[in-house]
């Protein structure tokens, strides 16, 4: 396995193409547009088609109808392309159609500006189309996990027949750092008999999402809603550092998960036992991670990169039995791990005890 | 005695769900006939929009996938793009291919997406019950223009076929219509070329096909024809608007 | 010799194949079929040339033609 340096944003491409997947369709936007352009030299060589579709509107359209026919297909798109696909991303949602969408977050809302940001996080997770539905979501903080997410992905997507999104964001994007092209895991075996592909030797089949009837809605809806309780059931992923003995924790994902890092070896140094939970789904969002923690730890900071939203998960997960309190930079700027301590230490008036 | 006239193998036998007169229903007689004909049945995958015509999937006997209103072009171009050796056709109202779904059309014929569109334009939007359409007439009454279409305020109807004949990827573009037995049979034939033109692989082709709303125009069927005839045949070029050469060796 | 078939189920009576029918022998029957249309009767099956001209017309296919 090659160990290559690459840039976040085509990480995702190669992953891609090693996932098998050969069809994707997009449109430009900074600061997610390395994915296509990637894409549009190194697929066609392996068979696949890159198109770059009139907005992304017909983008998310094209994948809709790619993914009806069971083949794997990707889009990748910048939080107001990502608003554009909202209605295509319900319908696939609704017919149930494996797909990976990207979204390289950048800050907003309006155009915004090119800097990273988490502010998608409420239309990522909490649904940004229309309806009742859930996309699994996948928050990388490295470029080892924007290649290994990726892929995961489309094996999530395939084995819950759902879309998947990797929320990433435009730091994560435009970064590059050592990443191991590790082949491509066993597909999982899936069932194929939903596709619509030609009614050659077999009944015809329909892929659509209109509920003739109100009984038939609701059928549809149960159905939606025995899967994601499925899917919270088994998909929930997050890692912990330094969480054993915690006292206080950070929570926090994608690239200020990977800053709260440091936040908690210089309070270790400090005598502060701190600790961090990194959700890595999402949705659904790993509440399991604060089942040891809701009786023991005596506060909580998120730190996120919007005016605070992933908090409010983090307050059902704890059932608001402790203060969780929120460390945000927005509008693109990061924060560094000395502000996030010193906000750590003067909202729990924490008096620096002595250097270990 | 032989039975020259029966229901195509390429419908089902659900009864169709329009109103009493609608030619949505003839159209889609003749679609079905097409790939009968052409025995592309098992091969076919359609693209249904949103509208009246969107329960089309339950009525022809190939695979089908409801696209969102307005969508079905990019819809049928994931399709084409994943399996090159299937046939796709979408099936679009006016309002969906004309209005909402403009983009993706345009961009389909310059791109020459080797898809077949048929877009049927009864100058209303039907579903909803009757509001103005790209297509609708000048001075047509309907639920958004209550006073009558006004070119000045509305803007006039719109000649889509004649705005994709314009695209190089268009290579066979053909307005037809459905108020006759002698423009049945020749909308039928423009539609069998439709889909040559996609077996070829030679580009984007797009059959327009004049037809009927009695419900919201508030006429007879019968009435409703000659209505057509009148009022919506003067105003879009009918014909084949483009046939390029290739299209013409079919 | 030729002969219609109108299958009442599909009949809407919406009237094209009655103004269309060159021998004027369709007709609005009395009887209403499941979803109460007054489905189209053909009224001398005999004077019926088989030109399908009703069948082509009808847009819900609901007229077979035998010739």
Known sequence: MEKVLMKGNEIIGEAAIRSGCKLFFGYP??????????????????????????????AINMCYGAACTGSRVLTASSSPGVSLKQEGISYSAAVELPMVIVNVNRCGPGLGGLGPAQSDYFQSVKGGGHGDYRLIVLAPSTAQELYDFTMQGFDLADQYRNPVLILTDGFLGQTMEPVVLKERPEPPKVDRSWVVDGAKGREKRILASYSLTNEIGEDNNLRWEKKYKNIQEKEQQWEEFHTEDA??????????????????????????????????????????????????????????????????????AVECKMPVHLYRRQGGMLPNEHEILDYVEDIFSLTAVEEV | ??????????????????????????????????LEELEIIEDTIGISPVGCAGFCQNFFSCDFIG?????????????????????????????????????????????????????????????????????????????????????????????????????????????????????????KEAIKKAFKVQQAGLGFALVSVLSTCPTNWGMTPVDSLNWLRENMMPIYEMGELKVTEEVEAL | MAKVDVISKYCKSCGLCIDICPKKILDTGNETNEKGYFTIICTDQEKCIGCALCATVCPDVAIEVYK
């Open chain 1, 29 to 58: 936007i900074t600061p997610s547009t390395e994915v296509v352009e990637y894409l549009s030299k190194h697929l066609p060589p392996k068979g696949g088609t890159v198109l770059q579709a009139e907005d992304e509107i017909g």
């Open chain 1, 247 to 316: 006292e206080y924790l950070l929570v926090s994902y994608g690239t200020t998960g990977r800053i709260c890092k440091s936040t908690v070896l210089n309070a270790r140094k400090k005598g502060i036992k701190l600790g961090l939970i990194r959700p890595i789904t999402l949705w659904p969002y790993p509440e399991k991670a604060f089942i040891p923690y809701k009786d023991k730890v005596k506060g909580i900071v998120t730190v996120e990169l919007n005016t605070g939203q992933m908090i409010e998960d983090v307050k059902l």
């Open chain 2, 1 to 34: 005695m032989e039975k020259i006239f029966a229901r195509s193998k390429g419908l089902t036998d659900v009864a169709f769900s329009f109103c009493p007169g609608c030619t949505h229903g003839t159209i889609m007689r003749l679609i079905a006939e097409v």
């Open chain 2, 67 to 187: 696209a969102p209103h307005g969508r079905a072009q990019a819809v049928g171009i994931g399709v084409k793009r994943a399996l090159p050796d299937r046939t796709v056709f979408t099936y679009q109202g006016d309002g969906d291919i004309a209005a909402i779904g403009t983009q993706h059309a345009i961009h389909a014929a310059a791109r020459g997406e080797k898809i077949t569109s048929i877009m049927v334009n009864n100058a209303i939007y039907g579903m909803t019950g009757g509001q103005m359409a790209p297509t609708t007439i000048e001075g047509m009454k309907t639920s958004t223009s209550p006073y009558g279409r006004d070119n000045i305020l509305d803007g006039a109807p719109m000649d889509f076929p004649k705005v994709i004949a314009n695209l190089e990827g268009a290579v066979y573009v053909a307005s037809v219509s459905v108020d006759s037995p002698k423009n049945i049979k020749k909308a």
